[in-house]
């Protein structure tokens, strides 16, 4: 061991000691007690079994096969031997952690509508547990408590303000926080129209609401705020905000709380509808694209900072917050880290909410830095697409989102996934394209997929990607990193390229590891001072999800949950991943020293595109279907190997069934929502006469390129 490891090791062991006796929950007896394995949020294990001389010798543990091809997202949590991890709309699996063995499962039954206002994907991002109760969050703004022994409810609490039609604008994917008495979730649908954002939170014995924060105004014309830190927010919204949008706003993932402080934190959302210019003409929209702190006791806010003032771009300030302490001008601060979206590292007092600092961890061209006297972003024309279409840095996706961001106290470095990518952004309100589903009136675009001449039926002429690139001033890049920064400088002390955009969170430990998974289905061991990667697992699956660590026995694991989804709806299985190789059956994998070799799934056959059925409608009724797939089906069924079905392979009988499915619900209790309350019949049959030549243009694509799928083709189709 060399003198700087060691010396990292000694420091370890003070922190954790001066970690226990400041109060902040440390993992005791080997435990992971909350997604981010304590209450600091730090995705920090001070378990130091496996460690840089040791990690050659992980192996595979066991497994457990999961009824679902839908993402995973959830960090599992461990307390006393047994896991619980939390699968799509909302289920939760209870399992032996030392062997995978199933003790229960719960399913809370969602309607398949619920789907439909589900951004990406009906994701769940974990679970919170306390005094032998497992709390979870459903897909339909439902908060469940579980008896954590057998499975079965002691309560189910509505945590919508809102039932009926209007229910359906909301989502939960997020976990809920525990907070002294209190267990608080946000929800989701600041994309949608309707959504208003808020935070509530409950009593934990009963599931009574004790109260409820709302993040953005109500319609003035229903009178006064409702809510006395409103009655300011009121005058930062444009005066011509169509209040039927609801507002935005939602507390979709980052929630923490600080049991000394007795302070909730919780990043808020874009406002609804996103668009360019309020910042110039003051219009702020708070407290949309925010991180707020709420008295837990009382539920009024302590104090806001607002990251993006008029947010133009979908730059939530939803990502992970980790409470650390850390060394800033010769003191000693508690403080409050997100690496946000909007491609700036900030760093707040957590008790004042002052900026401490903003420094950008990937390149950002929104805006020319963070004014640090008055917390402000210096906007950049650069990114101003309502004077035509831009290229900006970073893109709707975030230079970082939902994934877990890691910690270490011993380093002092924050582990950040970065999403090293742009997009073209198009105001599509005076475009063929008009809404989109998801994104109101702007449409955000990778780079991979910008097509000018494809397009122009959506969006009319375009620009060049070259020249879009020559006015950002910056070569055009698509890249997943993972980064290690200093929080108090800023500095980048290392990077490590992953296989995509959409690569796992982080886990750091104290065996001086830093651990993540890929898109291409490998666990990766980084060293966490120099970022040299030690040891790499094929697992056959696509990793989204942040692993974790724990204890049973006196044996360290660390497991990960492994599937692909999420944010990645909007596109196929990316090449290379082991989605699109094996499929995408979702399963928790654990390792441990000494541990065999991972079973792999059988690779997928290569499946000839299906003789497409006979073509419908004229070339008017297509380019209709067109436009109305990109508003609202685009968003969950790309074209290509993905989640969900790609629409040009279906069978003639299920087109046949088009209308039932689409209009009268028939595929619900799958997941898959009816439209009948903005879609009519014709227009369904556009969309259909669409799918058709769609696949039509892929099958003889596919014929030309290929003289065996050519004969394959044709036998198919006999």
């Given at each position: 061991m060399t003198a700087q490891r060691r010396r990292l090791a000694w420091i370890r062991i003070g922190l954790l000691a001066l970690l226990g006796a400041a109060g902040v929950a440390v993992a005791a007896h080997g435990d992971w007690l909350t997604i981010g394995g304590g209450a600091d949020g730090t995705h920090y294990s001070p378990l130091a079994a496996i460690d840089a001389h040791d990690v050659d010798r992980v192996g595979f543990a066991w497994q457990v096969r999961l009824p679902t091809t839908r993402g995973l997202e959830a960090t599992p949590v461990v307390v006393d031997g047994v896991m619980y991890a939390s699968g799509d709309w909302g289920q939760v699996y209870a399992l032996d952690a030392a062997t995978g063995r199933e003790l229960w499962t719960f399913d809370p039954r969602v309607d398949g509508q619920w789907g439909r206002s589900a951004c990406c994907d009906v994701v769940n991002r974990g679970v919170a547990v306390a005094d032998g109760v497992v709390y979870v969050a459903s897909l339909d703004g439902r908060l469940h408590a579980l008896d954590a022994a057998t499975g079965k409810p002691r309560w189910t609490a509505n945590v919508l303000p809102v039932r009926g039609r209007a229910a359906f604008e909301y989502s939960i994917t997020g976990a809920p926080v525990i907070a002294g008495p209190l267990v608080v979730i946000g929800t989701g649908g600041a994309d949608f129209h309707g959504a208003r954002g808020f935070v509530a939170a409950f009593d934990r014995r009963t599931g009574r609401l004790r109260w409820r924060f709302y993040t953005v105004p109500r319609d003035p014309a229903l009178g006064p705020q409702d809510q006395p830190h409103l009655v300011r927010a009121i005058g930062t919204w444009s005066a011509h905000t169509d209040w039927r949008d609801g507002g935005g706003g939602t507390v979709w993932d980052a929630i923490a709380y600080d049991p000394r402080l007795d302070l909730v934190y919780v990043g808020t959302a874009n406002p609804s509808p996103y668009v360019i210019g309020k910042d110039e003409r003051g219009e702020d929209a708070l407290y949309a694209a925010s991180i707020i702190a709420i008295h837990a006791s009382t539920g009024r806010m302590a104090w806001y900072y607002q990251e993006v003032p008029g947010d133009g771009w979908d730059y939530d300030a939803t990502q992970d917050l980790i409470l650390a302490r850390l060394p800033i001008r010769g003191r000693d601060r508690a403080v409050l880290i997100q690496a946000a979206k909007d491609g700036f590292l900030y760093v707040l007092d957590r008790r004042t909410g002052r900026l401490l600092s903003a420094r950008p961890f990937a390149f950002e061209n929104w805006a020319r830095g963070i004014d640090p006297k008055t917390g402000r972003p210096r906007r950049d024309l650069a990114a101003d697409y309502d004077t035509g279409p831009k290229l900006v840095f970073p893109g709707m996706t975030g230079a970082h989102s939902w994934q877990a961001t890691a910690y270490d106290p011993a380093t002092r470095l924050v582990y950040v996934p970065v999403i090293d990518a742009p997009m073209v952004y198009v105001r599509t309100a005076r475009r063929p394209a008009g809404l989109i589903q998801g994104s109101f009136e702007v449409a955000g675009i990778f780079p991979k997929d910008y097509d000018p001449a494809a397009m122009r039926t959506l969006f009319g002429p375009l620009p060049s990607l070259a020249w879009l690139a020559r006015q950002a001033?910056?070569?055009?890049?698509?890249?997943?990193?993972?980064?290690?920064?200093?929080?108090?400088?800023?500095?980048?002390?290392?990077?490590?390229?992953?296989?995509?955009?959409?690569?796992?969170?982080?886990?750091?430990?104290?065996?001086?590891?830093?651990?993540?998974?890929?898109?291409?289905?490998?666990?990766?061991?980084?060293?966490?001072?120099?970022?040299?990667?030690?040891?790499?697992?094929?697992?056959?699956?696509?990793?989204?999800?942040?692993?974790?660590?724990?204890?049973?026995?006196?044996?360290?694991?660390?497991?990960?949950?492994?599937?692909?989804?999420?944010?990645?709806?909007?596109?196929?299985?990316p090449a290379g991943s082991a989605a699109r190789k094996y499929g995408n059956v979702g399963r928790i994998l654990a390792f441990k020293l000494g541990g065999g070799a991972v079973p792999l799934p059988a690779p997928l056959p290569a499946t000839p595109f299906p003789r497409p059925p006979p073509r419908r409608g004229n070339t008017a009724e297509i380019h209709a279907g067109a436009v109305l797939y990109d508003r609202y089906c685009s968003r969950c069924h790309v074209f290509g190997r993905g989640v969900l079905p790609d629409l040009r392979r279906v069978s003639g009988a299920t087109l046949d069934s088009f209308d039932r499915i689409v209009l009268d619900g028939a595929l619900r209790p799958l997941g898959m929502a009816d439209w009948s309350d903005v879609l009519d019949r014709p227009q369904a049959d556009a969309i259909q006469a669409y799918l058709i030549d769609a696949a039509w243009q892929a099958y003889d694509a596919e014929r030309a390129a290929s003289p065996q799928a050519r004969r394959n083709g044709t036998r198919k189709s006999k």
């Open positions: 001033g910056h070569p055009v890049t698509e890249r997943g990193v993972l980064r290690a920064i200093d929080p108090r400088t800023g500095r980048w002390v290392w990077s490590a390229d992953g296989s995509d955009l959409w690569d796992g969170g982080a886990l750091a430990t104290a065996g001086g590891l830093v651990v993540r998974g890929d898109v291409a289905g490998r666990l990766n061991f980084y060293a966490a001072d120099t970022g040299r990667l030690l040891r790499r697992i094929e697992t056959g699956n696509s990793i989204i999800a942040a692993p974790m660590t724990y204890r049973v026995h006196g044996v360290q694991y660390v497991a990960v949950m492994a599937g692909y989804g999420g944010g990645t709806l909007a596109d196929p299985f």
